[in-house]
Each structure stands twice: as structure tokens, then as C-alpha cells.
């Protein structure tokens, strides 16, 4: 099976051309436009209000949480709110303390920096990093082998902003240089109504309350998936219904999507339904679960189960994945009396 077309896309976490249009457009500007996300939004006003009073550059700022909580977003408004131009990179794309050395030696006085995914940066560059966020200093090695020497090189003031979805992953020396850290929360329902009601009126798309309420709730606490599931739905309704997104037009749209009433997608449903029928509820290994349901392992575990261990549908386990109870009611199926072993009483021959 193919899980790969638009439509299975619709609730993954990577972005797609249209998506990072789209998203461009729908970007709240400053803190103000910013919904949800309360102590984050407070902290970093202060923060920020506080250096622009004083005249400085903004302390260094650490953004965690999950894809599409609004990282990128945040630190454009933090650019935006200093009144200073951003220098957008990322983690990856910083191979070599060289490629960092020449960022950094070109930066503005005041610019903010915006490195994405700064978890998966190289050693090397690290290390560059800490010294030109304490000191704003680099060392320029130029030339090679044993002539090579280091030129140090003063750099102006700037504002790094770090975003990591996986904030476990920073060595501590790193983390310890961030002037403040905001943690990105999931997004409660009302939040998210807001956030469609808002790009709807971008968008230029009419919605009711209960329209959007609908979405909302289908949209696993993120903005990202708000947002691309409003445009899917504003699809349906231009389509096949008078164009305005009522809660009847936005379920239905969602049904054929293949996004059921608690956001679950075809490969959340498809995991679900093998841990279930097939093996009893588990407990099973990653790897037989993903043959089960003709995945990568990878994608079982990144792109699936996040969301289903985290909306209690599924367990991690020591001896393997566990459905929930809640598991079973959410499929309508139900779980085999205790003490009994079905197909579940076979997991030892698969193994972890
Ligand atoms: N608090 C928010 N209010 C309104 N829209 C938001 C908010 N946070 C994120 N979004 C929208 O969600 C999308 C993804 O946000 P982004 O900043 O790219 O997430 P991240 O960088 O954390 O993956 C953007 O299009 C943005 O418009
Ligand atoms: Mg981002």
C-alpha cells in the first residue's frame, strides 16, 4: 500500500510545496496575531519588551515542541517585534564549522538568527556556536594542515533563535547558553478554532463556529494540520457544496479525507486496526506491527504512534506496542476477555 499521495499526507508531519506557500501567507505577524501558547507569548514579551527598552540585541531564545506548533513562526515575529532583519537556516544544512563561520561573520548588527532543527547540527559546528552566543566570537581557521592558523574574529550582537522538536537531544553546554526557553504546548480546541477562524478569514473562505469547531477537533492540537485541513475542507466545500464550511460540510470533507472525529488518518487507523485484529491487542514488537501494516518501521513509530501514545490509544511498552481500552472503544471493536489468549497469546515467536 501507498501511503504516500496527498491525501494520506494529509495530517503527516513534513510540509509540501503548497503547504510552505500557504503557510507563508497564514503566518500571524506579531505577538499579538499569535494565538494560544499564553506563557510562551507572555515570557517572551517580556523578554523582548525588556531589550527594547534597553536598547540591546534580545537574549538568545531555545523554541521546543512538536512540528507545526508555530516555532518558525515565533521567530519571525521575534524579528519582527526587534524591529531586525532574520537569517533563516538549519541544523542540517550546517555540515561544516565553516559553513557556521560564514553565516556568523556576515551577520547585522541586532539580526536575528533562526537555526531550525539546531539538534541535528554537526560537533564541529557546535562547538563554533558556543562561543559566538557567550562571546560573540569565532575562530576562522584558515588554511590547512599544519600551517593552519586561527584568526579570531569579532562578531556584532545578534539573537539566536534555536528550534528543536526534540529539546532531550541537547547537550547541556548548548542548551545552558539560551537566555530563555519557551516549550511549545499542543494547542486546546478553542485555540484551534481561533487559528481557523482566522486563516478562513485569510483565506477568504466563509465558516461558522461550528464549522470550525468541527475541524478543530480533527486537527491533533496543531496549527499545521488546522490549517491544511481547513484548506482541504474549503476544497469539498467549493466543489461540492455552496462553499460555505458548515460542520456537516466539514465532516463530511474529513470523512472522504480519510480523517475521522478524533483526527485519526488512514495509517493511525491502519495501525491500530492490526494491533487489534491481528494480534489481540498486543503486546507486539515495533517490527511486526510495521510488516503487519506494510510500513517502515520508521514510520510507524515517527509518524503514527506520537500521536496515538499521546491520545492514549496506544502503549510503548518493554515487550512491545499495547492497545488501550480506549483503543478498542475508538474502533468499536471489543477487547478479548482477560486470561484469554488469542491471536495475542503468539507474540513470543515475533519477538521486540
Ligand atoms: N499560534 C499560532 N497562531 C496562528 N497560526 C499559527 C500559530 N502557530 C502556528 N501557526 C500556523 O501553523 C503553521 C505552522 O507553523 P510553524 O511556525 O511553521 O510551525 P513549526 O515551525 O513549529 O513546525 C503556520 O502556517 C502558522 O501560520
Ligand atoms: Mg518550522
Same mark, same amino acid.
Do not use: C
Given at each position: 500500500?501507498?501511503?504516500?499521495?496527498?491525501?494520506?499526507?494529509?495530517?503527516?508531519?513534513?510540509?509540501?510545496?503548497?503547504?510552505?506557500?500557504?503557510?507563508?501567507?497564514?503566518?500571524?505577524?506579531?505577538?499579538?496575531?499569535?494565538?494560544?501558547?499564553?506563557?510562551?507569548?507572555?515570557?517572551?514579551?517580556?523578554?523582548?519588551?525588556?531589550?527594547?527598552?534597553?536598547?540591546?540585541?534580545?537574549?538568545?531564545?531555545?523554541?521546543?515542541?512538536?512540528? /507545526? #506548533?508555530?516555532?518558525?513562526?515565533?521567530?519571525?515575529?521575534? %524579528? =519582527? *517585534?526587534?524591529?531586525?532583519?532574520? +537569517?533563516? @537556516?538549519?541544523?542540517?544544512?550546517?555540515?561544516?564549522?565553516?559553513?557556521?563561520?560564514?553565516?556568523?561573520?556576515?551577520?547585522?548588527?541586532?539580526?536575528?538568527?533562526?537555526?531550525?532543527?539546531?539538534?541535528?547540527?554537526?560537533?564541529?559546528?557546535?562547538?563554533?556556536?558556543?562561543?559566538?552566543?557567550?562571546?560573540?566570537?569565532?575562530?576562522?581557521?584558515?588554511?590547512?594542515?599544519?600551517?593552519?592558523?586561527?584568526?579570531?574574529?569579532?562578531?556584532?550582537?545578534?539573537?539566536?533563535?534555536?528550534?528543536?522538536?526534540?529539546?532531550?537531544?541537547?547537550?547541556?553546554?548548548?542548551?545552558?547558553?539560551?537566555?530563555?526557553?519557551?516549550?511549545?504546548?499542543?494547542?486546546?480546541?478553542?485555540?484551534?478554532?481561533?487559528?481557523?477562524?482566522?486563516?478562513? /478569514? #485569510?483565506?477568504?473562505?466563509?465558516?461558522?463556529?461550528?464549522? %470550525? =469547531? *468541527?475541524?478543530?477537533?480533527?486537527? +491533533?492540537? @496543531?496549527?499545521?494540520?488546522?490549517?491544511?485541513?481547513?484548506?482541504?475542507?474549503?476544497?469539498?466545500?467549493?466543489?461540492?457544496?455552496?462553499?460555505?464550511?458548515?460542520?456537516?460540510?466539514?465532516?463530511?470533507?474529513?470523512?472522504?479525507?480519510?480523517?475521522?472525529?478524533?483526527?485519526?488518518?488512514?495509517?493511525?487507523?491502519?495501525?491500530?486496526?492490526?494491533?487489534?485484529?491481528?494480534?489481540?491487542?498486543?503486546?507486539?514488537?515495533?517490527?511486526?506491527?510495521?510488516?503487519?501494516?506494510?510500513?517502515?518501521?520508521?514510520?510507524?513509530?515517527?509518524?503514527?504512534?506520537?500521536?496515538?501514545?499521546?491520545?492514549?490509544?496506544?502503549?510503548?511498552?518493554?515487550?512491545?506496542?499495547?492497545?488501550?481500552?480506549?483503543?478498542?472503544?475508538?474502533?468499536?471493536?471489543?477487547?478479548?476477555?482477560?486470561?484469554?489468549?488469542?491471536?495475542?497469546?503468539?507474540?513470543?515467536?515475533?519477538?521486540?
Amino acid at each position: 500500500m501507498n501511503w504516500d499521495d496527498e491525501t494520506d499526507r494529509i495530517v503527516a508531519p513534513a510540509a509540501d510545496g503548497e503547504d510552505t506557500a500557504v503557510e507563508a501567507a497564514l503566518r500571524p505577524k506579531d505577538l499579538g496575531e499569535f494565538v494560544g501558547q499564553e506563557k510562551v507569548r507572555q515570557q517572551l514579551d517580556l523578554v523582548l519588551k525588556a531589550a527594547r527598552q534597553r536598547g540591546a540585541t534580545a537574549d538568545h531564545v531555545l523554541l521546543s515542541g512538536a512540528p /507545526g #506548533l508555530g516555532k518558525t513562526t515565533l521567530s519571525m515575529i521575534i %524579528a =519582527a *517585534e526587534m524591529g531586525a532583519p532574520i +537569517r533563516i @537556516t538549519s541544523g542540517p544544512a550546517i555540515q561544516h564549522a565553516g559553513d557556521l563561520a560564514a553565516i556568523l561573520s556576515s551577520l547585522q548588527e541586532g539580526e536575528v538568527l533562526f537555526l531550525d532543527e539546531i539538534h541535528r547540527m554537526s560537533r564541529p559546528a557546535e562547538e563554533m556556536l558556543y562561543m559566538a552566543m557567550e562571546d560573540f566570537r569565532v575562530d576562522v581557521i584558515v588554511g590547512k594542515g599544519p600551517g593552519a592558523t586561527a584568526i579570531p574574529l569579532e562578531l556584532p550582537p545578534f539573537t539566536l533563535v534555536g528550534a528543536t522538536t526534540r529539546a532531550g537531544l541537547l547537550p547541556p553546554p548548548l542548551r545552558d547558553r539560551f537566555g530563555f526557553t519557551g516549550h511549545m504546548e499542543f494547542y486546546a480546541p478553542g485555540e484551534l478554532e481561533r487559528v481557523i477562524r482566522r486563516s478562513a /478569514g #485569510l483565506l477568504d473562505v466563509e465558516i461558522d463556529p461550528a464549522g %470550525a =469547531a *468541527e475541524i478543530a477537533g480533527r486537527s +491533533r492540537g @496543531t496549527p499545521r494540520i488546522a490549517n491544511r485541513l481547513l484548506r482541504r475542507v474549503r476544497d469539498y466545500a467549493q466543489v461540492r457544496a455552496d462553499g460555505v464550511i458548515t460542520r456537516e460540510v466539514a465532516a463530511t470533507a474529513l470523512q472522504v479525507y480519510e480523517v475521522d472525529g478524533r483526527g485519526l488518518d488512514r495509517l493511525d487507523r491502519a495501525v491500530l486496526e492490526a494491533l487489534l485484529k491481528l494480534f489481540g491487542g498486543g503486546p507486539v514488537g515495533l517490527s511486526t506491527l510495521a510488516v503487519a501494516v506494510g510500513e517502515e518501521r520508521e514510520t510507524v513509530e515517527e509518524v503514527a504512534e506520537p500521536f496515538l501514545v499521546r491520545e492514549g490509544l496506544l502503549a510503548r511498552t518493554p515487550r512491545g506496542r499495547v492497545a488501550t481500552p480506549a483503543a478498542w472503544a475508538h474502533l468499536g471493536l471489543v477487547p478479548p476477555q482477560q486470561g484469554v489468549t488469542g491471536s495475542a497469546g503468539q507474540q513470543g515467536l515475533f519477538g521486540v
